[in-house]
T-cell receptor
Framework: AQSVTQPDIHITVSEGASLELRCNYS??????LFWYVQSPGQGLQLLLK??????LVQGIKGFEAEFKRSQSSFNLRKPSVHWSDAAEYFC?????????????FGTGTRLQVTL | DVKVTQSSRYLVKRTGEKVFLECVQD?????MFWYRQDPGLGLRLIYF???????EKGDIPEGYSVSREKKERFSLILESASTNQTSMYLC?????????????????FGPGTRLTVT
């Protein structure tokens, strides 16, 4: 079975600073990888996804992520963080069960942005 | 845009009550999912459904059941609510269309229902 590890529970950065959120996955084949964001009191919104091809994927709100097969990682980055980026971020990997395609989520990283 | 709605944002119930959480999606998606979200544990899959009247257990189905009588609606049922079921419940849906490789994994989420059982 797949698993996803987000080693950082909580990260604090200053507004304008760069950001990198770590994600490691365990999956035998080529993975389908996702990053979701959850603002306080809200559901999850898709930031970006990796299916195949270029290992650097661009998402919404200025985020990007890089797939590194050798490191089993899919880290999320942003060059300059805005106060509105404060939220919880979830990495997920896709699994096909034969009846449906499911996602396995990491435990999340909460981002705090200081002004 | 895909829209997934949940019947309540906040719900307070007493121990032992039967609780229904409703989820509706408007994109004709085949798959629907129920998760619970707890601090430090991320999202855990309770049940999912891949077609009307079809369901499969997720990782933590104990104490829950589900119903899918219509394609657009997926209900989560707590037969006898307990305090350890106090949590945020999230519903999601996805398509079975395989035209875009991997696209069928992409899930769309509702805003969540925060359930408190006292």
């Amino acid at each position: 079975a797949q698993s996803v590890t987000q080693p950082d529970i909580h990260i604090t950065v200053s507004e304008g600073a760069s950001l990198e959120l770590r994600c490691n996955y365990s999956y035998g084949a080529t993975p389908y990888l996702f990053w979701y964001v959850q603002s306080p009191g809200q559901g999850l919104q898709l930031l970006l996804k990796y299916f195949s091809g270029d290992t650097l994927v661009q998402g919404i709100k200025g985020f990007e992520a890089e797939f590194k097969r050798s490191q089993s990682s899919f880290n999320l980055r942003k060059p300059s963080v805005h106060w509105s980026d404060a939220a919880e971020y979830f990495c997920a990997v896709g699994e096909n069960t034969g009846t449906a395609s499911k996602l396995t989520f990491g435990t999340g990283t909460r981002l705090q942005v200081t002004l | 845009d895909v829209k997934v709605t949940q019947s309540s944002r906040y719900l307070v119930k007493r121990t032992g009550e039967k609780v229904f959480l409703e989820c509706v999606q408007d994109m004709d998606h085949e798959n629907m999912f129920w998760y619970r979200q707890d601090p430090g544990l991320g999202l855990r899959l309770i049940y999912f459904s891949y077609d009307v009247k079809m369901k499969e257990k997720g990782d933590i189905p104990e104490g829950y059941s589900v119903s899918r009588e219509k394609k657009e609606r997926f209900s989560l049922i707590l037969e006898s609510a307990s305090t350890n079921q106090t949590s945020m419940y999230l519903c999601a849906s996805s398509s079975n269309i395989w035209g875009l490789a991997g696209g069928h994994y992409e899930q769309y989420f509702g805003p969540g229902t925060r359930l408190t059982v006292t």
